[in-house]
């Protein structure tokens, strides 16, 4: 009988002791990860592992001590706290995972349309066997050939080149063509030109070509200290983050670290500037310049304001959708009382009272996109930007996003973008966590004259376009310089 509780005691010893290594084992790997992650402030870090130290060796007292009662108990503790460090090591490993993934954007998407007649009898792709198709002709954009490279694997085509996108779509009214090529943000910009477009057209076929791309526009700093500006650029299509497409969002967040000062400067879409790197015969709407990849976008308004963008963050329809959500809701003090209405399959319409407002996901995106329905139009439009990004970033600012913490990353996941580093992005949420101080956030529109021009993306004729006003201009560099060289 006591050669059987000998060895009885002895298994209980040996399942205590590996309960007790693997405490001291998980114990170095949580702290190992939260140095790996870099966002805890040093002095916390220190007293989590002091605190960890003091919790292991009390465990081994109270496991290996004399009294059932005392090893109970801190089996019950040391069980308790395993549990809770592997959340913890789930939480460090999940953030860097997301912070890596949303810096590492290493090509873009371009969606393409075949498309014909409505009352053409083609339905399919291979309908349209040895018949002609239109493209619009861009020595500089090397998707084009690929897009037909693609087609070509799929049906015999004859392609014939246009100069624009004007031109295109003659050839497919005038029935010089079967059938057009074209990529989705070009093809918005026929609806927007020619509305009864899509009345008279069919697609037929859809594809998308992914194009690697070398991410060089970061001009980095320290963002835990020194100042600096990130280009928000809000793309009008769902899905796929990578795709591109219109940006109908240009704002640019000056932040300085210093002074804990933040200010927004919202550029309407229409503005009528000249796109960098594009043939400057002609100006365009800044919203043009997202159809040729952010790093346009992004130079554009370095030409306009005169000053660095640093980083920038691109978002989409449904990265504003999600996030609302996932916050459960924002609240906006909405000015005037406005209807606003867009198409999502139906259209839904909805009453913004004046006042303030509580938003859910597509009431938030429905507030920032409508300017018809305002009597300053896009202007308003740009303030109710602002509005909903300052309602979003102090709801990411308060306590209780630690309740919704792997909600808002999974929401984010796939439909948010930027070019600041893994690195960067660590320090930041450091700097909070440690001092967690208040943020001053002072917001400004640049302002102009509507007026009617040709633009570079569609020559045929004149489009609507907001002139600069340079008073405007000037007052918005003057902003952004002083708060940037603040100390």
Not at 125 to 154: H, R
Not at 351 to 359: M, R, S, T
Request: charged share 25%; glycine share 6%; hydrophobic share 40%.
């Amino acid at each position: 009988m006591a050669t059987k509780n000998n060895t009885k005691k002895k298994f209980k010893k040996k399942i205590f002791r590996r309960l007790i290594y693997f405490l001291f084992l998980l114990s170095f790997i949580t702290m190992g990860s939260l140095y790996f992650l870099n966002i805890i402030p040093i002095l916390y870090f220190i007293c989590i592992g002091i605190f960890l130290l003091f919790f292991d060796l009390l465990m081994v007292w109270l496991i290996f001590g004399k009294g059932v009662k005392k090893r109970v108990f801190g089996t019950f503790l040391t069980i308790l706290m395993i549990i809770g460090m592997l959340f913890l090591l789930f939480y460090s490993f999940y953030t860097l995972d997301f912070l890596h993934k949303i810096s590492s954007q290493d090509y873009i998407t371009k969606n393409y349309s075949v498309i014909v007649l409505e009352s053409s009898s083609y339905g399919k792709i291979k309908d349209l066997e040895d018949n002609d198709i239109g493209f619009v002709s861009d020595a500089s954009d090397q998707t084009t050939q690929k897009a037909k490279n693609y087609l070509d694997k799929k049906v015999q085509l004859n392609f014939e080149s246009y100069d624009d996108s004007g031109d295109l779509l003659d050839s497919l009214l005038n029935e010089d063509v079967e059938a057009i090529l074209i990529e989705d943000a070009e093809k918005s910009i026929l609806e927007e030109e020619h509305g009864e477009f899509l009345e008279k057209e069919k697609v037929i076929y859809t594809f998308s070509i992914d194009i690697k791309i070398d991410d060089n526009l970061a001009k980095e700093v320290d963002i835990s200290k020194e100042a600096f500006n990130i280009y928000i650029s809000g793309i009008d299509t769902y899905g796929k983050i990578t795709s591109v497409s219109r940006s109908d969002v240009n704002m640019v967040v000056s932040i300085n670290p210093k002074t804990h000062k933040i200010l927004f400067t919202s550029i309407p879409r229409d503005y009528y500037v000249n796109l960098n790197g594009i043939d400057t015969t002609y100006k365009d709407k800044l919203t043009h310049a997202g159809i040729h990849g952010i790093d346009v976008s992004v130079k554009t308004v370095e030409d306009l304001l005169d000053t660095d963008i640093h980083y920038y963050a691109k978002v989409n329809f449904t990265s504003l959708v999600s996030i609302v959500n996932e916050l459960g809701g924002i609240e906006v003090d909405n000015d005037e009382a406005f209807r606003a209405y867009y198409e999502e399959n139906e259209v839904v319409n909805y009453f913004f009272k004046k006042g303030v407002n509580k938003l859910n996901g597509k009431q938030a995106l429905a507030y920032c996109r409508e300017r018809k329905s305002l009597p300053t139009g896009d202007i308003a439009r740009t303030k109710h930007q602002q509005q909903v990004l300052e309602a979003i970033f102090n709801k990411l600012l308060s306590k209780n996003i630690l309740t919704k913490y792997t909600d808002l990353l999974n929401s984010l996941e796939g439909k948010f973008v930027t070019n600041i580093g893994t690195k960067n992005l660590t320090k930041l949420i450091k700097n909070q966590i440690q001092s967690m101080p208040s943020w001053t956030i002072e917001k400004n529109t640049l302002t102009g004259t509507g007026g009617n021009e040709y633009t570079y993306s569609y020559k045929k004729s004149k489009s609507y376009v907001m002139i600069p006003d340079e008073d405007s201009l000037n007052e918005g560099k003057d902003l952004i310089k002083t708060l940037l060289q603040e100390a």
